[in-house]
């Protein structure tokens, strides 16, 4: 089964930015929403950002006004611009969308490591 494959994690110190960038398993234009989440490790996994094919946009509270999620129609990706970062959004970052969460379908992730 195809996935999404993510990118552009890595190491940065806190105050500092990354861009994550998501090649989507599917057509762009075949999903009504993309999603990125986050999991710490020993926490559950968490919604960290949306953007619905109509252009709408919503965010976590500990995100807003921070990262930025965007889309490429051309390219099919996604992407999450970060910046501010803090310690704890030290995880790792899986992009979806609606097919991709129906059929429980994620990619292997970008780890992104923000020190203090």
């Known amino acids: 089964q195809v996935q999404p494959v993510e990118s552009g994690g890595g190491l940065v110190q806190a105050g500092e930015s990354l861009r994550l960038s998501c090649l989507l398993s599917g057509s762009i234009y075949t999903v009504n929403a993309m999603y990125w989440y986050r999991q710490a490790p020993g926490k559950q996994r968490e919604l960290v950002a949306l953007?619905?094919?109509?252009?709408?946009?919503n965010y976590a509270d500990f995100v807003k006004g921070r990262f930025t999620i965007s889309r490429d129609n051309a390219n099919n990706r996604v992407y999450l611009q970060m910046d501010s970062l803090k310690p704890d959004d030290t995880a790792v970052y899986f992009c979806s969308t609606d097919r991709d969460l129906r059929g429980n379908v994620w990619g292997q992730g970008t780890q992104v490591t923000v020190s203090s």
């Open positions: 953007l619905t094919s109509g252009g709408s946009t």
